[in-house]
């Protein structure tokens, strides 16, 4: 199951890097230059350019690779309410460092869609949540 997820996170990791797109309307996220910036502060631009993809790419690449610690933590966290809310917590600071507080909406409708599908249609709440959220974030 490990090596799985490797290979899906390099075959991500090797699109995303070979794509280099320009930053689109999904994934903008605004900048705010500082005149004084810490010693200990990544410089976002010139790495991203080092590496021939655009900020917000970068940001997603980083948040990627934070869910590998992340995870780890999540197995000593005792008990099945903290480990939901654990992971609630962590995947919505992710979804926000990732994609900016625009894409909070868009989680939060995902969650809701999920959740009536489960409480409403049980047996086939899969297809019902799968569809439902595709539907909106095509139609979005």
Same mark, same amino acid.
């Given at each position: 199951?490990?090596?799985?997820?490797?290979?899906?996170?390099?075959?991500? /990791?090797?699109?995303?890097?070979?794509?280099?797109? +320009?930053?689109?309307?999904?994934?903008?996220?605004?900048?705010?230059?500082?005149? /004084? @910036?810490?010693? #200990?502060?990544? /410089?976002? +631009?010139?790495?991203?350019?080092?590496? *021939?993809?655009?900020? +917000?790419?970068? @940001?997603?690449?980083?948040? $990627?690779?934070?869910?590998?610690?992340?995870?780890?933590?999540?197995?000593?966290?005792?008990?099945?309410?903290?480990? &939901?809310?654990?992971?609630? $917590?962590?995947?919505?600071?992710?979804?926000?460092?990732?994609? *900016?507080?625009?894409?909070?909406? &868009?989680?939060?409708?995902? #969650?809701?869609?999920? %959740?009536?599908?489960?409480?409403?249609? @049980? +047996?086939?709440? *899969?297809?019902?949540?799968?569809?439902?959220?595709?539907? %909106?974030?095509? *139609?979005?």
């Amino acid at each position: 199951l490990h090596f799985g997820i490797i290979n899906i996170a390099i075959a991500v /990791d090797i699109t995303l890097l070979s794509l280099s797109l +320009p930053t689109t309307s999904i994934l903008r996220l605004t900048e705010s230059p500082t005149a /004084d @910036r810490s010693a #200990m502060e990544l /410089d976002m +631009p010139s790495t991203a350019a080092t590496l *021939g993809v655009s900020v +917000p790419v970068l @940001r997603f690449l980083l948040c $990627f690779v934070a869910t590998i610690p992340i995870s780890l933590l999540w197995r000593i966290v005792p008990n099945s309410l903290p480990k &939901h809310i654990y992971s609630a $917590f962590t995947g919505i600071v992710l979804c926000y460092l990732s994609f *900016g507080a625009s894409w909070n909406i &868009h989680l939060l409708v995902s #969650m809701i869609v999920g %959740y009536f599908s489960m409480l409403l249609y @049980r +047996p086939k709440c *899969g297809i019902v949540a799968f569809f439902g959220v595709m539907g %909106y974030l095509i *139609g979005w």
